[in-house]
């Protein structure tokens, strides 16, 4: 999958289009909206006699798939503003399918100077449904790095929970330091045991990735991730649903891909603030900064109600 069609059409995760049969875009918008799907349709096609609504359609409900325990291994709570950086799975030294996705992510020094710090997360892949055989030794990764780079710790392994098996992320947090002199990618191997949720096999995989520490336009935002610990977590409050919202949507206009919102990726509604929201007055917004702005908003708006 290239993307080619994606990147053409804006780049943004949740579009909407409406193409007519001679092949020209009559609509489009960079948030799905199916009130206004529906009264541009009507616009263009007519309206209907009778819509069909969900229940009309008589779909049976499936009962969630029954997978292992989550919360048993806390989840890493990464720095701010870091961005998702380009991955390729090494399909030819491996003949199991990639159990986990990888996702490794880089803060803006590594991104700008070659130094910083580096999220790596393995995160199962729901469509498999598997788990960690945690009756096996844990899982454990090894960086090799082009000369000139370090990456600390190179190696490491993954916790070892009391439980028999989980379903939670492995993610760790390194250091990088000289990737700013070259454009040679990491290496990343891991090794871990797998089985699957029916319990009819489980598998040693040892498998590899070439990571580069350049931004990936398609690797989507990690603004507004759950920081719970166990199942009883809940996510955030609805105010906080809301700016992470807000913050994912703002992100969508870094067009170079660099973690940095500039004057001129914002509306221009909110180019006017663009100075009281720069801190540190870089001429450019990191996540910190964006996230004071919509916290000093949300509190004036309380005030307001109050």
């Given at each position: 999958?290239?993307?080619?069609l994606?990147?053409?059409?804006?780049?943004?995760?949740?579009?909407?289009?409406?193409?007519?049969?001679?092949?020209?875009?009559?609509?489009?918008?960079?948030?799905?909206?199916?009130?206004?799907?529906?009264?541009?349709?009507?616009?263009?096609?007519?309206?209907?006699?009778?819509?069909?609504?969900?229940?009309?359609?008589?779909?049976?409900?499936?009962p969630?798939?029954?997978?292992?325990?989550?919360?048993?291994?806390?989840r890493?709570?990464?720095?701010?503003?870091?961005?998702?950086?380009?991955?390729?799975?090494?399909?030819?030294?491996?003949?199991?399918?990639?159990?986990?996705?990888?996702?490794?992510e880089?803060?803006?020094?590594v991104?700008?100077s070659?130094?910083?710090?580096?999220?790596?997360?393995?995160?199962?892949?729901?469509?498999?449904?598997?788990?960690?055989?945690?009756?096996?030794?844990?899982?454990?990764?090894?960086?090799?790095?082009?000369?000139?780079?370090?990456?600390?710790?190179?190696?490491?392994?993954?916790?070892?929970?009391e439980?028999?098996?989980?379903?939670?992320?492995?993610?760790?947090?390194?250091?990088?330091?000289?990737?700013?002199?070259?454009?040679?990618?990491?290496?990343?191997?891991?090794?871990?045991?797998?089985?699957?949720?029916?319990?009819?096999?489980?598998?040693?995989?040892?498998?590899?990735?070439?990571?580069?520490?350049?931004?990936?336009?398609?690797?989507?935002?990690?603004?507004?991730?759950?920081?719970?610990?166990?199942?009883?977590?809940?996510?955030?409050?609805?105010?906080?649903?809301a700016?992470?919202?807000?913050?994912?949507?703002?992100?969508?206009?870094?067009?170079?891909?660099?973690?940095?919102?500039?004057?001129?990726e914002?509306?221009?509604?909110?180019?006017?603030?663009?100075?009281?929201?720069?801190?540190?007055?870089?001429?450019?917004?990191?996540?910190s900064?964006i996230?004071?702005m919509?916290?000093?908003?949300?509190?004036?708006?309380?005030?307001?109600r109050s």
């Open positions: 999958m290239s993307n080619e994606k990147h053409a059409f804006g780049d943004v995760p949740n579009a909407e289009f409406v193409i007519g049969p001679d092949g020209l875009v009559l609509r489009r918008r960079a948030w799905s909206d199916p009130e206004a799907l529906r009264h541009d349709l009507e616009e263009l096609v007519g309206p209907v006699e009778h819509p069909t609504s969900v229940a009309d359609l008589d779909m049976p409900v499936q969630p798939y029954e997978s292992v325990a989550r919360g048993i291994v806390p890493l709570d990464r720095p701010a503003g870091m961005r998702g950086v380009r991955i390729q799975p090494n399909l030819e030294a491996t003949d199991k399918p990639f159990y986990t996705k990888l996702r490794v880089a803060d803006r020094g991104l700008t070659g130094s910083g710090q580096l999220y790596i997360g393995f995160h199962l892949d729901p469509l498999y449904h598997m788990h960690w055989n945690n009756l096996a030794p844990p899982l454990q990764f090894e960086i090799s790095a082009p000369d000139g780079v370090t990456v600390t710790p190179a190696q490491a392994t993954a916790p070892d929970p439980a028999d098996a989980d379903a939670d992320p492995r993610e760790f947090l390194l250091q990088v330091s000289g990737a700013g002199s070259t454009d040679e990618p990491l290496g990343v191997s891991v090794l871990y045991y797998a089985c699957d949720d029916a319990n009819t096999f489980c598998v040693p995989v040892q498998q590899s990735y070439t990571v580069w520490l350049q931004p990936d336009v398609d690797a989507g935002s990690t603004f507004g991730q759950r920081r719970g610990f166990g199942p009883g977590d809940r996510g955030r409050s609805r105010p906080g649903r700016r992470g919202d807000m913050r994912e949507r703002l992100m969508r206009m870094d067009s170079n891909g660099d973690g940095l919102l500039t004057r001129d914002l509306p221009e509604r909110m180019q006017q603030m663009f100075d009281r929201m720069d801190n540190d007055g870089d001429g450019a917004l990191d996540a900064e996230d004071a919509l916290e000093s908003m949300g509190s004036m708006g309380r005030r307001r």
